[in-house]
């Protein structure tokens, strides 16, 4: 199947440049922005955007892209119970890179989303892979409306041989549900980055901080609280904090974290090696505000990551690069004394929850720049995640290997059409999977909320996914029209499938 699809890329990029070349031998500066930001070679140090002060070189263009899109993806069964069986979302977004002259380059995007997510169970918060297993869930559930906003603005200039740039993110989201149980999040989340680099040979030395500030304030009501289901205080792989679940659903998570990241990449428009290195470390606190705001738990998530690899730029763009990530998750549990006037002194902090999550992976990528670009990808890799529960004793352990191949197109057609085609094919295998559970001591339905998730967990998954974009630039004027149509599909090895589809319309500036 890989073998066809690189053949089929290579022969409509070969067809699609002589089209190209008979139309019009000299591409538009439009055409050649949309290549320089849309095209796949951008993988190669996508992480190195992390550092505001390597952005003033990421692009030689300006592009201001404003768009609306809906997006729709169904699942037959939930892959994950916390997660439902998909959603509907409609978002307007704004997305902007500004050239202001040789030497300074700003950029900002804003986005308003809103829409829908369709049964999800024993999961009452938003956020869930930032926050679990830590969470608030029960086992009736349901759909929950989602919105959010999104504001994010850098700065990044140079002077001499040092380059400077500093970025702000801020997201504010609220999910909630008007039937019963009537869960409600309001989340707040501000990052800001700082960065600098200097010019050495020809390479550039980038060094970045970044900080972050989270807070989502959680709760769940009943209308009808006669007969009404308890909410559990999760911990993990099936383990309750008992003592506080059943009517204690009043929370706030409160979250802080760090990290600091070095990079190396070749100067603009130069070929060599890039490399990037990163550790970074966040808490979140839940705590119980009806409780005087006891603290019940504080989830600590430690990762690194190292990227190694090299770029040539000729008449071909070659790149292969190694991936190594590493996460360690733990739980600490807050012990708490008997109450005096509704205060609870916390006596004692016990480690019980741990996951751990390793992540190796290659890739190389090939293709051309020009007036018709193509580039063709390939990544092989390793995925392990081994979760723990101290005591009573339980572990879930999976391995998978993964393979994955795109391939994309960018050609003019004319001076007013250019074409942007993806297509990208992937597998990930289970190659060993362990699971201990205290089953004697274990209601039904935590059995059945675990080991589905672990059939999941250690499935087989064959992914498809294809994009297909149409740019029609106004003649004479600097604006394009354009509109892109997404469409994938996953096949689990559980006779289960996820089918998606999404929709864009826009303006380029």
């Not at 630039?473 to 559980?494: D, K, Q, W």
Request: some cysteine; charged content about 20%.
């Amino acid at each position: 199947m890989g073998k066809n699809l690189l053949i089929t890329i290579l022969m409509i990029a070969a067809g699609l440049e002589v089209k190209a070349q008979v139309v019009d031998s000299t591409a538009t500066a439009k055409h050649m922005a949309l290549v320089e930001h849309l095209s796949l070679v951008n993988e190669a140090t996508a992480r190195m955007n992390c550092n505001p002060a390597l952005m003033e070189t990421a692009f030689a263009s300006s592009l201001t892209q404003f768009g609306i899109t809906a997006n729709w993806q169904q699942q037959s069964e939930p892959f994950i119970l916390q997660k439902g069986t998909g959603h509907f979302l409609a978002q307007v977004e704004a997305d902007s890179y500004i050239r202001l002259g040789n030497n300074t380059a700003v950029w900002g995007k804003a986005s308003y989303m809103t829409g829908r997510k369709r049964n999800i169970m024993w999961n009452s918060v938003a956020d869930y892979d930032l926050l679990q297993p830590d969470i608030l869930g029960d086992t009736v559930g349901g759909n929950t409306r989602r919105e959010r906003y999104t504001f994010e603005g850098g700065y990044s200039t140079h002077r001499g041989r040092w380059h400077m740039g500093g970025e702000m993110l801020f997201r504010a989201e609220q999910e909630y549900r008007k039937v019963d149980p009537r869960m409600r999040s309001i989340v707040s989340d501000l990052t800001l980055r700082a960065g600098a680099a200097l010019d050495i040979a020809s390479y550039m030395l980038g060094l970045s901080v970044q900080g972050n500030i989270y807070r989502q304030t959680n709760s769940v009501d009943f209308y009808k609280p006669l007969g009404s289901v308890p909410e559990y205080q999760l911990m993990g792989l099936g383990e309750v904090y008992t003592r506080f679940s059943g009517d204690v659903n009043d929370l706030i998570f409160k979250g802080k974290g760090v990290k600091l990241q070095a990079d190396l990449k070749p100067s603009r428009g130069k070929g060599g090696a890039i490399a990037s290195a990163w550790v970074a470390q966040h808490s979140y606190e839940r705590v119980a505000r009806m409780l005087n705001s006891l603290p019940l738990t504080t989830l600590y998530n430690k990762e690194a990551g190292v990227r190694l690899g090299w770029k040539y730029n000729g008449s071909m763009v070659i790149a292969a690069w190694g991936d190594l990530q590493y996460n360690r998750r733990t739980s600490d549990q807050h012990i708490a004394g008997t109450s005096s006037s509704q205060i609870y002194p916390v006596i004692a902090r016990m480690t019980m929850y741990k996951n751990k999550v390793f992540n190796a992976s290659l890739t190389a990528l090939v293709g051309r720049q020009g007036t018709t670009s193509w580039n063709v990808m390939a990544t092989g890799g390793f995925n392990s995640n081994h979760q723990s529960f101290v005591y009573p004793h339980r572990h879930m352990n999976c391995d998978n290997a993964f393979g994955k191949l795109g391939g994309q197109v960018i050609s003019q057609m004319s001076r007013k059409w250019t074409l942007t085609a993806h297509i990208d094919l992937g597998y990930y295998g289970n190659t060993s999977h362990s699971m201990v559970m205290p089953l004697a001591d274990m209601e039904q339905h935590f059995i059945d909320m675990i080991d589905h998730n672990y059939s999941y967990l250690t499935a087989c998954y064959t992914t498809a996914d294809a994009r297909f974009r149409v740019d029609y630039h106004f003649p004479n004027t600097r604006y394009s029209l354009y509109g892109e149509a997404r469409g994938g599909m996953i096949v689990c090895s559980n006779r289960e499938h996820q089918d998606g589809f999404s929709f864009t319309i826009g303006i380029n500036i």
